[in-house]
């Protein structure tokens, strides 16, 4: 359940309750199940993620000592673009605000953050064997 679709079912429960107020059916048994499915849905929605994430350890080996050895066909071929114009692009980017730090780990290279996608854009690999 996304916190779309969990939000969708609080406001649903909010009109289910104020339907209940314009009618002069009680339930008291129905009442306290839509007060603990609410309190449910609640405590959904106040989490970051409703699955456990787990930790994968990343592996920079190939950005840093292997990247830099191809020539100019091999990083095109990698990357789907001229290593000129991905220099150009990242001069562009790294003054983004999306590329600027805010919190409290250190965020990676705008250099390496493009490589990563451009990399993964242009390979039929999955994400994990990518980034490790």
Not at 8 to 26: G, H, P
Not at 40 to 63: E, F, N, T
Not at 77 to 101: H, S
Request: glycine share 2%.
């Amino acid at each position: 359940m996304s916190k779309k679709d969990i939000e969708y079912a609080l406001m649903l429960l909010a009109i289910q309750d104020l339907n209940d107020l314009f009618d002069s059916f009680n339930d008291n048994e129905l009442d306290n199940d839509n007060d603990l499915i609410k309190e449910i849905l609640l405590a959904l929605s106040s989490l970051r993620y409703l699955v456990s994430r787990d930790h994968v350890l990343k592996s920079q080996h190939w950005y840093h000592e292997i990247l830099p050895l191809y020539d100019d066909i091999r990083f095109k071929k990698v990357l789907r673009m001229e290593r000129q114009q991905f220099n150009k692009l990242v001069q562009v980017l790294q003054n983004d605000t999306v590329f600027q730090n805010k919190g409290n780990k250190p965020q990676a290279p705008v250099e390496f953050q493009l490589i990563i996608f451009l990399r993964r854009l242009g390979s039929k690999d999955d994400i994990l064997s990518i980034c490790s």
